[in-house]
Nanobody, 115 residues
Framework: QVQLVESGGGSVQAGGSLRLSCVAE????????MGWYRQAPGKQRELVASITSIGNRDYADSVKGRFTISRDNAKNTVYLEMNSLKPEDTAVYYC?????????WGQGTQVTVSS
């Protein structure tokens, strides 16, 4: 019942920045834990950042200090601001919506960082 539409992916040189957006349609966005995950070729999907309904944030150690997750409940949108990008950030980035007991995933958006 929840559809997630990601945007903002693309190609950027190392050191550059991108902002990913994810708009949720359906569900109760303001009560959901939202997150960004990524999966690089040949690797498992990993949590990049999450934000709870009350604004608590978690980050993977590899992105802490470089990425910022935020949400705008009025727009049903979660953002991931990515700065100082590194080639190892290259992956498909997925938006995740979680509200007990259900999880929904976006289709993913490709982020490619070249050296």
């Amino acid at each position: 019942q929840v559809q997630l539409v990601e945007s903002g992916g693309g190609s950027v040189q190392a050191g550059g920045s991108l902002r990913l957006s994810c708009v949720a349609e359906g569900g109760i966005f303001s009560l959901a834990v939202m997150g960004w995950y990524r999966q690089a070729p040949g690797k498992q999907r990993e949590l990049v950042a999450s934000i709870t309904s009350i604004g608590n944030r978690d980050y993977a150690d590899s992105v802490k200090g470089r990425f910022t997750i935020s949400r705008d409940n009025a727009k049903n949108t979660v953002y991931l601001e990515m700065n100082s990008l590194k080639p190892e950030d290259t992956a498909v980035y997925y938006c995740r919506y979680y509200r007990t007991p259900f999880t929904y995933w976006g289709q993913g958006t490709q982020v490619t960082v070249s050296s």
